[in-house]
């Protein structure tokens, strides 16, 4: 049975939770948009970011375990994710075909496949798609970007065939539920409305504690020994970081009021900038100063 949402993430079929998880951060960052300017990168972060919504998923990747590609019409992950278009959202197709959240009726993936307004309500006993009744509100979930989270703004989701934008708070994040009036189902002029559980992508960059954002950055050995400003780039600006004289490695540096909001404080937490000190090559170095060091420099601590 073929299975390519794990050839997606370039791992085996018997990866555990933890290569899986350290495959996809891997490929993220490669493909990211911000830093793969290539012609096919957005997609295949789509893609990636797709797949892993399965694989890191218990529920999700035990019945992907199951149905394999079957799931997909005997496509590959990579031609069904292709056959869709542009304006499709994959996360959120792979949610409702897993979750049975309520359907998107009208979509269609180039000509290849096409789902009932009725959506996808999981596997029946038999091992097929069965239907479910539409109820007036819609409950699915819905991936939106870490800085999105963390700064708030809008991300366009697609239900029902109907493109549209939501706006995300500031501070979200994973497992809170946000309420779009009137985005559910319509049955005898009433609509339901969108209930969308939020599920915070991973960045590559930085690490959420609570409130607070942790992220590494590099520091020239020149600048940890003898102390220096240098230039971090943070989720909102550029800014200028002062490193002090004899800096150690892994030292965080606090910037006030760069974190996450608190939604229910409305007070936001702080960034830490951890440092990791970045040795120069000795061969780069000036041959007299490297017999220098070799002399002067203490052997032992």
Excluded: W
């Excluded at 799931?71 to 278009?85: E, I, K, L, T, V």
């Excluded at 965080?252 to 900038?273: C, H, I, P, Q, S």
């Amino acid at each position: 049975m073929a299975k390519s949402l794990y050839e997606t993430l370039e791992v085996s079929e018997n990866a555990n939770e933890s290569e899986i998880k350290k495959a996809y951060r891997k490929l993220a960052r490669k493909y990211h948009p911000d830093i793969c300017k290539e012609a096919d990168c957005e997609e295949k972060f789509k893609e990636i970011n797709a797949a892993y919504e399965v694989l890191s998923d218990k529920e999700k990747k035990a019945q992907y375990d199951q149905y394999g590609d079957a799931m997909f019409g005997g496509q590959n992950f990579h031609d069904f994710s292709r056959a869709q278009g542009g304006n499709v959202d994959l996360d959120e197709i792979l949610r409702q075909m897993f979750s049975g959240g309520g359907g998107f009726g009208g979509f269609s993936g180039g000509g290849r496949q096409s789902y009932s307004s009725g959506g996808f309500s999981g596997f029946s006993g038999g091992g097929g798609f069965h239907q479910q009744e539409p109820n007036l509100d819609i409950e699915t979930s819905v991936t939106i970007p870490f800085n999105v989270a963390i700064l708030g703004g809008t991300h366009s989701v697609s239900v029902n065939g109907d493109r549209f934008d939501i706006k995300i708070p500031a501070g979200v994040k994973s497992g809170e539920k946000l309420r779009v009036r009137g985005k559910g189902h319509a049955q005898n002029g009433r609509a339901g409305d969108l209930l969308l559980k939020i599920t915070v992508a991973p960045s590559p960059d930085y690490v959420r504690e609570g409130d607070d954002l942790v992220k590494t950055i590099d520091v020239p050995l020149y600048a940890a020994l003898f102390g220096e400003k240098i230039a971090v780039q943070t989720l909102e600006k550029e800014i200028k970081l002062k490193i002090p004289a004899n800096t150690k490695n892994g030292q965080r540096f606090r910037v006030k009021e760069m974190g996450a909001m608190n939604r229910k404080t409305k007070k936001r937490g702080d960034l830490y900038l951890k440092a990791n000190i970045v040795n120069p090559k000795v061969e780069d170095l000036d041959k007299d100063l490297v017999e220098l060091m070799k002399e002067k420099l203490p052997k032992t601590l």
